[in-house]
């Protein structure tokens, strides 16, 4: 065919087939793209209709189309709601293809949407625009059923939730492939069709390739954890590696930065072992209440540090929106490099010093005064800490006199606040460990948060019951992931 002569096998050569873990994490927001990717703007601007000199295309130049989907592939007809259906978002660009929309493409980059509203994916994942262009290809971004525009009427349907799951989101996808192989008259012929994803969205990808090979020529799975699962045996610190790499100089901070940020975590668990240890915590913190228990500070560092693995995912040189918006504390945009930005105030020497191998947790805190006197060790060993000089608990008298432990704690809260209190606008810090809440004007706020027990969901804050009998919803929510997790029992290692 003479498209296929225009370069689609060598489209494909360049792509590869299954790539993992090449590419950053694309972005998840509905921010403007940032004008400082220029030299993909550049790329794209060489053959966009935008003209020269414009950024890259949005979601504001797709053509959206929407597709009709059967509720549940695996069961037509066999059950009184076997029939179901609900209307699929999808958008489709065709501004690269040479011939205009009409002709048919060389290849087709098709995104697999994950766990957000696909906008999020259209207006950041750079690569596919930046690809397309260079390719001429055709790009598809299709949203994954119950995000966005993307959501089947749930109330009142049996087993409402029990849809969401990966098998069926993979079929909505391989529906949307052969419906558009089907109009361009290529279902024997095929146009290459290259799977494109990130996170979630990558594991889909590659699992597209593999159940649909005969749809899906290749696969470019960015950061996506399909050797994540227990029985593929990944590094438990596999994420801890990485996040420590962007506390760094590999990451464009000070070594320093890092080495603080772990001295702080066994100094916080053993300052909350006292009531004024506790204090001192909610004054550098900078807390809105105290520390009432050991097990509150516990808590609080957990919350604390599962802050840097999202400021990781959202590392990128521009401000952007996607993360936040995705998982955190709604549509705010993050400083570029954020994690530099949150190495600023801990950079430097606060007189805390690091012994042993952080690698298997077996080392010493050292507190050193002013004067390079000891003035405490704690101890860890996997994940147990105790204090191993002097008594068993820290003198934190001598601590605020002496040892520079408080203006580390500030870093740390400083550190924090890049995420918690990325509007600037807190003039204290959530002793649970929560952050902003609520979203920006004009953000969707619908969204599906699971209970305890699993059958209690939220709706714009207020429960949504699942009736215990028939697990029936008493209205539409939308959101995948908690129950795609639960129905396909996705337990990741991280």
């Known amino acids: 065919r003479p498209a296929m002569e225009r370069g689609g096998w060598r489209a494909l050569g360049v792509l590869g087939l299954v790539v993992l873990g090449l590419l950053t994490d694309p972005c998840r927001g509905h921010a403007s793209l940032p004008k400082s990717r220029s030299r993909g703007d550049r790329r794209a601007a060489a053959r966009s209709p935008l003209g020269a000199g414009s950024s890259l295309p949005s979601s504001g130049n797709c053509t959206w189309t929407e597709y009709t989907q059967t509720l549940d592939h695996f ?19 065709s501004g690269f293809v040479q011939g205009g929309a009409s002709a048919v493409p060389p290849l ?55 849809y969401a799951t990966i098998e069926q989101a993979l079929a909505d996808y391989a529906t949307v492939i052969q419906s558009i ?48 699962f227990p029985l593929t045996e990944p590094p438990l610190d596999g994420s801890a590696i990485a996040i420590s790499r962007g506390l760094s100089s590999a990451g464009g901070s000070p070594d320093a930065c890092g080495t603080n940020m772990l001295a702080a975590w066994p100094l916080m668990s053993e300052l909350g072992r006292s009531a004024d240890g506790r204090q001192l915590l909610t004054e550098s913190l900078r807390l809105c209440s105290p520390l009432e228990s050991h097990a509150a500070v516990v808590a609080l560092i957990e919350s604390i540090q599962g802050v840097f693995f999202d400021l990781a995912e959202a590392n990128y040189p521009f401000p952007s929106t996607y993360i936040t918006s995705a998982v955190g504390p709604g549509l705010y945009p993050l400083p570029a490099w954020p994690m530099r930005v949150a190495c600023e105030g801990l950079g430097e020497d606060f007189g805390v010093s690091v012994e042993g191998d952080p690698s298997t947790v077996d080392f010493n805190v050292t507190v050193h005064s002013e004067d390079d006197g ?30 520079r432990v408080p203006d580390l704690l500030a870093g740390v809260a400083e550190a924090w606040g890049v995420w918690c209190n990325v509007t600037g606008e807190l003039t204290c810090l959530s002793a649970a460990g929560g952050c902003v809440t609520g979203k920006s004007k004009g953000a969707d706020t619908l969204k599906y948060s699971s209970g305890v027990d699993g059958r209690r969901h939220s709706v714009d804050n207020k429960d949504v019951v699942v009736g215990d009998d028939d697990e029936e919803c008493t209205a539409t929510m939308s959101g995948c992931w908690e129950p795609v997790c639960c129905n396909d029992e996705i337990n990741l290692v991280n």
């Open 181 to 228: 192989q089907r109009a361009y008259g290529t279902e024997q012929d095929q146009v290459p069709v290259v799977a494109v994803g990130g996170s979630y969205g990558g594991m889909l990808a590659s699992w597209l390739r593999f159940k649909y090979p005969g749809l899906v020529a290749g696969a470019i799975a960015a950061s996506a954890p399909i050797w994540g």
């Open 75 to 93: 069961a037509k007809g066999s059950t009184p709601h076997g029939n179901a259906t609900f209307q699929q978002r999808v958008c489709v660009y």
């Open 374 to 403: 000891v003035l405490a060790v704690v101890g860890v060993d996997w994940d147990a800490s105790k204090v191993v000089s002097g008594t068993r608990r820290l003198d934190v008298d001598t601590l605020r006199r002496e040892s």
């Open 108 to 162: 087709i980059l098709f995104y697999t949407g994950n766990e957000s509203p696909v906008e999020e994916y259209v207006n950041n994942t750079g690569f596919m625009w930046e690809v397309g262009a260079e390719l001429g290809a055709l790009l598809v971004f299709a949203e994954h059923r119950y995000e966005g525009g993307s959501v089947p009427t749930l109330q009142g349907l049996p087993h409402c939730l029990s």
